[in-house]
């Protein structure tokens, strides 16, 4: 078969990535072949994206297929969560790895970087335009392991707000320009979501993940509220459990008079929740903001805005994707040139990958035409200097079990079975188990 890549049309990047949604490919879970095999350089590229943000990265890739003829991206689709950091290990360990993967930032500090993962080549980065200061400045830190640059930051995916604007517009929670009148501190908070319960009849008018086999939403929501206040989890080092009491209460406390008052729904699952949203028996949802495209498809009145300030402060609970080079004992170098270029191309095109939500960490995206255009994915862009982020320890992260420890301790604080006090002295037990437990991946010098 001829491996010649076909004449790029005169369409957009844009238009190629909603023309991979138009044609409902969301949900695959692999990826589109972007070439068959080619005597050019190859970069070998591992990722585990799926659903939306699989046809949005396969289309990406395509999109550098076509613009880049000299060269062939072999692109590979692994399972998402633990099953995904395991290869990598293995792979980087043995250093028979691919020349760039897919990560999330929170998993950095677990997966042996020096080890298992190579530093990013700062020079090559700088040949291709990428710059420290075009950033988010608390994404750029956090890829650094000891002052060494171990990823390459590509988005946030934060807690967002999600809200069905026909029931806000009932509830009179909409300004003149149709968008959610912004909230600040519990009582308003409490108040709109009162005033959405009246709308609804009496139904709970908020819905997250609150139940399930390793439910993690529960983590999310209190990792959103009490990094408002100043709390904090660990020491720096990760050595010392550094929580605020009072302030971890207080977030705490909050949730509880959420399922106490029935303000929100204390009886879903993940899957429950989205579809309590989407059917339209919700006023808000509590979630990630990779839902976008769900809601989308479903064309239902919805829009989205920041996580609501209720302790002071605006964080709200994020990871990051971000691209890193696991070890290989031989780098050729005509392959590590083309991968850093490869690399460059998806994050100053970010603007295209926001199109599944998410907030691009390359600042310039953020300002450009066709990203502002997005809605409702413009809305929340300001989170992106403002995101709660894991503790640097190997047991934080995306799938990770500090998430679903935390999430098991509060689910039942929510739900009412334990007090506040009860589910933060489970929680804190889980993340002592947790500080002894040893980093299942090898850290030993290669």
């Known amino acids: ?15 190629l990535l909603g023309g991979a949604l138009a044609l409902g490919l969301l949900g695959s879970g692999c990826s589109i072949p972007v070439d068959l095999g080619s005597s050019r350089t190859r970069v070998k590229y591992w990722h585990f994206l799926g659903a939306s943000d699989g046809v949005i990265m396969n289309g990406m890739v395509g999109a550098f297929a076509g613009e880049n003829p000299d060269l062939f991206v072999e692109e590979n689709v692994l399972q998402w969560g633990e099953p995904y950091y395991t290869k990598i290990a293995m792979a980087g360990s043995g250093g028979r790895s691919p020349d760039v993967a897919t990560f999330h930032l929170a998993r950095l500090p677990g997966i042996g970087p020096g080890q ?20 988010s400045p608390p994404i750029w830190e956090r890829a650094h392991i000891d002052g060494v640059l171990y990823a390459v930051p590509f988005d946030a995916h934060p807690m967002v707000q999600y809200y069905n ?5 009932k509830a009179g929670l909409l300004g003149d320009d ?16 009162r005033k959405a319960k009246d709308a609804l009849g009496g139904k709970p008018p908020l819905v997250f993940d609150t139940l399930g086999l390793g439910t993690v939403g529960p983590w999310r929501v209190w990792w959103s509220l009490y990094p408002q206040s100043g709390g904090t989890l660990l020491s ?20 509880r008079t959420l399922g106490e008052e029935g303000l929100c729904n204390t009886t879903l699952d993940y899957p429950a929740s989205v579809a309590a949203f989407q059917s339209g028996i919700a006023a808000f ?39 890193v080079v696991p070890h290989q004992r031989d780098r050729d170098p005509e392959v590590e040139r083309a991968t850093y270029r490869f690399i ?32 409702p994915q413009s809305e929340y862009r300001s989170v992106i200097t403002e995101v709660a982020l894991d503790p640097q320890v190997w047991f934080a992260g995306s799938a990770s079990r500090l998430w679903i420890e935390f999430g098991g301790a509060f689910s039942s604080v929510i739900s009412g079975t334990r007090t506040p006090e009860q589910g933060l002295a489970v929680a804190k037990d889980a993340l002592r188990r947790l500080m002894t437990t040893p980093n299942p991946f090898p850290e030993e010098p290669r």
């Open 236 to 255: 720096e080092d990760g050595t010392q459990i550094t929580i605020d009491d009072a302030k971890a209460l207080e977030a705490l406390t909050f949730m």
């Open 178 to 193: 149709g968008k959610l009148l912004p909230t600040r501190g519990t009582d308003e908070l409490l108040t709109a979501l």
């Open 344 to 375: 460059a191309s998806l994050v100053k095109n970010s603007a295209d990958w926001a199109v599944a939500g998410h907030v691009p960490a390359y600042l310039p995206a953020l300002e450009r035409p066709e990203y502002l255009a997005l809605n």
């Open 285 to 323: 949802l509590w979630n990630g903001d990779w839902e976008t495209t769900t809601f989308k498809l479903a064309e239902m009145p919805f829009s989205m805005a920041r996580f609501p300030s209720v302790f002071g402060g605006d964080s709200a609970q994020a990871d990051c994707h971000v691209f």
């Open 116 to 135: 298992i993962l190579d530093p990013i080549n700062l020079g090559l980065l700088a040949e291709n335009g990428l710059r420290p200061e075009d950033f």
């Open 1 to 15: 078969m001829d491996d010649i890549p076909p004449t790029p049309s005169p369409i957009s990047r844009r238009n």
């Open 165 to 169: 604007t026909d029931i806000c517009g």
